[in-house]
């Protein structure tokens, strides 16, 4: 998995004034926990821009002053009117300690669903695993090569090398739907059987 680098000031206050403050020169309070001590720092709104409005997923270098932790995204608070972020939590990791952290998915393959007018129905856009980051992937493949119409892909029929998949094994992660001109199709090729077969019994 990929790692982003965001660089960010001490914090000297905590209380509501200094937030107030903070959010006034278009920075963001943040705070890092996890091992040892929690740390408090503040990055700029803008900053978050490659971390946050992405399909991906990424670990996260945090540098405030001379230290230098690596992290994922915790939590993010947003406000319910700009969407700008309120507060964003780090939860520090290390090469040791398995995590858990949400894998975007890449749909492969041909569907044969699809080819015969079925459409693909993308349900589970990111997968929660357990593992090391050393086997975190940028993504997990989900092939759709036997995938037919009216029928699913689910968390238990994956498996991912080195992890472990949190979500139920009976939550579909991508399906094949009917659509009209399936179902037009369908219905064609019976009227035509049922054609034929009339001819037949003429003959």
Known sequence: MKVIALKG???EGLGKS???????????????????????????????KNLIYTPNTYLVQVTVGDTVKLAKVQELQYHPVSEDIL???????????????????KVVGNSPGVI???????????????GLISDLP??????????EIGKSVKVGEISVD????LDSANNSIVSCIVTRAAKSAGTASVEEEEEEATEDAAE
């Open 138 to 147: 940028e993504f997990i493949e989900v092939n759709i090569d036997t995938l």
């Open 162 to 165: 080195k992890l472990t998949l």
């Open 18 to 48: 200094a937030t107030k403050k903070v959010r006034s020169e278009g920075k963001v309070p943040c705070v890092i926990y996890g091992k040892g001590e929690n740390h408090h720092f503040s990055v700029y709104q803008a900053d978050f």
């Open 9 to 11: 000031d001490v914090r």
């Open 87 to 105: 507060h964003a939590d780090f939860y520090e990791v290390d090469a040791a300690t398995p995590i858990s952290i949400a894998v975007p998915v």
């Open 116 to 130: 015969a007018g079925g459409k693909l129905q993308l349900k589970i856009k990111k997968l929660n695993v357990l």
